[in-house]
């Protein structure tokens, strides 16, 4: 069965430092997602992406975030000037439609600002 | 404000017997409410899910119910095993909104 993959599994990044999270969605999907998770708490929406363009965006996904997908197959998160409270698990999901249909996540790659 | 909760933070069930995990909603608008598992260092892995023209629906050995007068949505999961043992969660969207999910509910399976 396709699946959503990200990488890395784990990052650690020295406060300050700008890090990129990285995900393949899975092939035919068309929208694209990420989300937080900091440890013991819900998962939060951050951004979501279609035909190249931020369609919606959470009151977490402030300047300090964008995304991008730069080729075909990768959709990226990059996050400048790293906090502390940036440390959390960040999960990757997609779709193949907005709306109705679940979205399929990957196993998040865990972020730890020292 | 509007929000999507979870009744019990954690439930505790014998191998073998049925687990309900129960979880309200305050968004009256939402019409599609989805149940994840996630389980340990895993990203929130789809059940099953269920639009808001219909009360219930079953797949393998589980059954989303659907109570739109109270707001509360419920995950049955039939003859509980092992592998079951994960947080669960629901997660609720209205139109093309994004998805909204509950605080999780910790489901431990006793051998």
Redesign the interface.
């Known amino acids: 069965e396709p699946e959503v993959t990200q990488t890395p599994s784990h990052q650690v990044t020295q406060m300050g430092q700008e890090v990129i999270l990285r995900c393949v969605p899975i092939s035919n999907h068309l929208y694209f997602y990420w989300y937080r998770q900091i440890l013991g708490q819900k998962v939060e929406f951050l951004v979501s992406f279609y035909n190249n363009e931020i369609s919606e965006k959470s009151e977490i996904f402030d300047d300090q975030f964008s995304v991008e997908r730069p080729d075909g197959s990768n959709f990226t998160l990059k996050i400048r000037s790293t906090k502390l409270e940036d440390s959390a698990m960040y999960f990757c999901a997609s779709n193949f439609r907005a709306g109705n249909q679940p979205q399929h996540f990957g196993d998040g790659t865990r972020l730890s600002i020292l | 404000g509007e929000s999507v909760g979870l009744h019990l933070p954690t439930l505790s069930v014998q191998e073998g017997d049925n687990s309900i995990i129960n979880c309200a909603y305050s968004n009256s608008a939402s019409?599609?409410f989805?149940w994840?598992k996630q389980e340990s260092?895993?990203?929130?892995?789809?059940i099953i899910?269920i639009?808001s023209n219909m009360d219930k629906r079953q797949g393998q050995r589980v059954t989303v119910l659907l109570n739109k007068t109270v707001k509360h949505l419920s995950l049955q999961i039939a003859a509980t095993q092992p592998g079951d043992s994960a947080v669960y969660?629901c997660?609720e969207?209205s139109?093309?909104?994004?998805?909204?999910?509950?605080?999780?509910t910790r489901l431990s399976v006793i051998a």
């Open positions: 019409d599609y989805i994840y260092g895993k990203g929130p892995q789809f899910d639009r969660f997660a969207l139109g093309n909104t994004p998805l909204v999910f509950g605080k999780g």
